[in-house]
């Protein structure tokens, strides 16, 4: 083969590389108003991305956040936005399916200064090496902890396993479960359900409990020989870090074997469909929801007037914790973008930087107070303890408008901490 080919070939194809790479985007600059500039932030408009799972096994959820990141950044644009600039999302769905999140990063990485959401624990931890190389801030809509490691990741409250160490903590607390019990744990694979059982794991050993595992795959829908099987264990209480459909299923199943055990699952698996159908009886009698952002239910003028402008906004959908999710995690992600506006520094490094300086950020209730200066840890512990009610919006209740942090969470140190 001709050498000067070969080159000239290899060139070529560096050029093209360099064309559909995530890098080859907007270099940085200097505004006329002296902010610095970088990908997707022009003299009018800030502009970021956002991987949802519009149509697969979260849809129900992530519609709702994806939904309520719009409205948010609609309204703060209608107050003047960001230094100056207006918001602009650019949404793509992905199914829940890591191989169309893959191409849809690469396509939206190009054009945004950030993503103000990339759904599911799966698709980051699959994306996480491109977030560094492309040194873009993420907002998972993921509270998996492995996650955290990475300076790319923004959380918005406590992890999965934090969550599970509340709710255990309350059980042990008022007799639900006590030493010598067995608690079984339903928990997805990959990293939602690897954070959550850590939580389990480290209360199991602290309190003498005895952890039955049982691990499921996304595609599990009916868990009846699960729950046969957890039933033998003679388990007192049933943990689930899993999907909406994977709860009812649990639901149903445990009422149908005279399992009427209790059951707590992390914020992710709840939803407000639940409440119909064969699910209702054992939802509304059993369950606890462990999650850390609040809920339309809850007293908060800030959820109160968001609630009703979504409402207004999508007529006829059903305003539940998901939009409060959504909520939350926007103000999270523009306390970030204002930041790094009065660092006068919107590109890719600058809001990197802005969220070390970050602590104790109030987000009016929506949120527990959060600290981003404790690099690799969960920037919240506390977690809302949370009843299905068919009579309040969202249909879940908070047991106490007071987070609930244990001893046992202020003392765990998560294997994924620096």
């Known amino acids: 083969m001709n050498s000067k080919r070969t080159i000239a070939g290899l060139a070529a194809l560096a050029l093209l590389a360099a064309g559909c790479s995530s890098k080859a985007v907007k270099k940085d600059g200097v505004g006329a108003d002296g902010v610095r500039t970088g990908p997707g932030v022009s003299a009018g408009t800030i502009t970021l991305g956002e991987l949802a799972d519009l149509t697969g096994p979260f849809a129900a959820n992530d519609t709702k956040i994806t939904n309520a990141h719009r409205l948010y950044f609609d309204r703060l644009n209608e107050q003047g936005g960001i230094c100056g600039r207006k918001v602009a999302l650019e949404v793509a769905d992905h199914g829940y399916d890591v191989q169309k999140a893959t191409t849809a990063y690469s396509d939206l990485a190009r054009k945004v200064l950030g993503f103000s959401q ?111 099987g957890i039933k033998n264990t003679g388990a007192k209480a049933i943990l689930v870090s899993a999907t909406p459909k994977q709860l009812g299923s649990v639901a149903v199943a445990s009422q149908s074997a005279g399992l009427t055990v209790p059951i707590a699952v992390n914020g992710p698996g709840w939803s407000a469909d639940l409440l119909a159908g064969a699910s209702r009886k054992p939802v509304l009698d059993r369950l606890t929801v462990t999650q850390s952002w609040a809920v339309p239910s809850m007293d908060l003028p800030i959820v109160r007037g968001f609630t009703a402008a979504y409402a207004k906004k999508y007529p006829g959908a059903k305003v539940d914790g998901h939009v409060t999710l959504g909520q939350s995690s926007a103000v999270v992600y523009t306390k970030v973008l204002q930041q790094a506006c009065a660092d006068k520094d919107l590109t890719r490094q600058g809001l990197l930087d802005a969220v070390g300086k970050l602590k104790n950020v109030d987000t009016g209730g929506l949120l527990p107070p959060l600290d981003y200066t404790r690099k690799g840890r969960s920037p919240s512990t506390q977690s809302l303890l949370l009843r299905p009610d068919a009579s309040v919006p969202g249909g879940v209740k908070a047991i106490s408008e007071k987070r609930h942090e244990s001893a046992d969470a202020a003392a765990y140190t998560p294997e994924y901490a620096e």
């Open 118 to 228: 990339v759904f599911g624990s799966g698709v980051n931890a699959a994306l996480v090496g491109r977030y560094a190389a492309d040194d873009v801030l993420v907002y998972p809509a993921s509270g998996a902890g492995p996650l955290l490691k990475s300076r790319n990741i923004l959380g918005a409250g406590s992890t999965y396993d934090y969550e599970i160490i509340n709710v255990l903590d309350a059980w042990l607390g008022d007799g639900t479960v006590t030493r010598g019990d067995t608690v079984a744990h339903v928990y997805l694979e990959g990293d939602y359900g690897g954070t959550a059982i850590s939580g389990s794991h480290y209360m199991a050993g602290r309190h003498g409990l005895t952890l039955k595992e049982v691990k499921i795959k996304p595609t599990d829908t009916d868990l009846t020989s699960q729950i046969a």
